[in-house]
């Protein structure tokens, strides 16, 4: 069974959001997962700020291209570029929600909005998405410096895009991987042939296996590396359906959701990707510090489930040798 397949088979029971990326602007996107407290892009900031900074140090300084991978409507862009943090957009898009604001005209205060914040570092940010109304909006109001549109699962890059791609320093994800495999990563991979491989962080849901990713990248170069010691928190489930696909996942992973699934919450890992030599000089671990999210107030949580569940014995390693 290849990595798609797999992912597809966990994805049955995970809630269907296609719908609120393929609109007009972002208030469906906040307003459907804000009500489960999604988070990760709040989590993701400061661990982004610190890679970006180190990124920029290990090139000597000058400004880096950032690859925003599965960016939706730019939010983790925002976050990058701007000093603004993911409460200020969602109380944003909250208050224009219940307005009756057309369309056009969300998208021209925005415009106004993120041009009146100064860049906070000298980034680039490419957004791709398989979202073209998304990708638009994002670039249309001046998130992103450049947007591109591809289905990397099932289609090859455009020249044209290619040649935007060859530029990045640092792939960033925060949710992408499960919905895209390793083939995503390998046709990136073939942008970079002639060059430095850019060092590529996810945030992955536990119930998807990293391997078939990890080894793609090791042969760019790249050692994978995972943080230890923490996970981070996604979002609330959305019911008990899809806690208990969850679990099963899970289960079938060797992995245990005690205190972190079982608590009704969507729990992430950090896997980060450099040549080995900068891996083995600063190891993720003593690179960044970070926080979980597992100290806010989600809300009300769905039940642990009462079909049994397989019982656990030993983690596998999440990353091959």
Request: charged residues 25%; proline residues 6%.
């Amino acid at each position: 069974m290849s990595a798609t397949e797999d992912f597809s088979s966990i994805n049955r029971s995970k809630a269907d959001f296609s719908a609120i990326y393929v609109q007009p602007d972002p208030r469906a996107y906040f307003r459907t997962l804000g009500a489960l407290g999604y988070v990760i892009p709040h989590l993701a900031r400061p661990v982004f700020d610190q890679l970006i900074e180190a990124r920029q140090r290990a090139k000597g300084g000058g400004p880096i291209t950032v690859l925003d991978l599965g960016c939706s409507y730019g939010v983790n862009a925002a976050l990058m570029k701007y000093a603004i943090n993911y409460d200020h957009l969602a109380e944003r898009y909250d208050t224009l929600t219940y307005q009756p604001s057309a369309p056009e005209e969300v998208l021209r205060l925005d415009r106004h909005y993120f041009a009146s914040w100064p860049k906070k570092r000298d980034i680039r940010v490419i957004g791709l998405d398989i979202s073209r109304e998304a990708v638009r909006y994002a670039e249309d109001c001046g998130i992103l410096d450049v947007g591109i549109v591809a289905d990397l699962e099932n289609e090859d890059i455009s020249p044209l895009a290619a040649q935007e791609l060859s530029k990045v320093d640092l792939i960033v994800s925060t949710g992408c991987v499960g919905y895209v495999s390793n083939r995503t990563f390998e046709r990136l991979a073939a942008c970079t042939a002639h060059g430095e491989a850019p060092w590529v962080a996810s945030f992955v849901l536990r119930m998807f296996d990293y391997g078939d990713i990890a080894q793609t990248l090791k042969r760019q170069g790249l050692v994978t590396q995972k943080f230890e010691g923490a996970t981070f928190v996604q979002r609330r489930f959305r019911d008990e359906e899809e806690m208990r696909g969850t679990l099963d996942a899970l289960s079938g992973r060797n992995l245990s959701p005690a205190g972190k699934e079982a608590e009704g919450l969507f729990h992430a890992e950090l896997f980060f990707s450099r040549p080995k030599a900068e891996s083995e000089a600063m190891p993720i671990n003593r690179l960044i510090s970070v926080a979980s999210g597992a100290n806010r107030n989600y809300g009300r949580r769905p039940r642990v489930p009462t079909r049994p569940v397989k019982t656990v014995r030993q983690a596998r390693p999440a990353i091959p040798a």
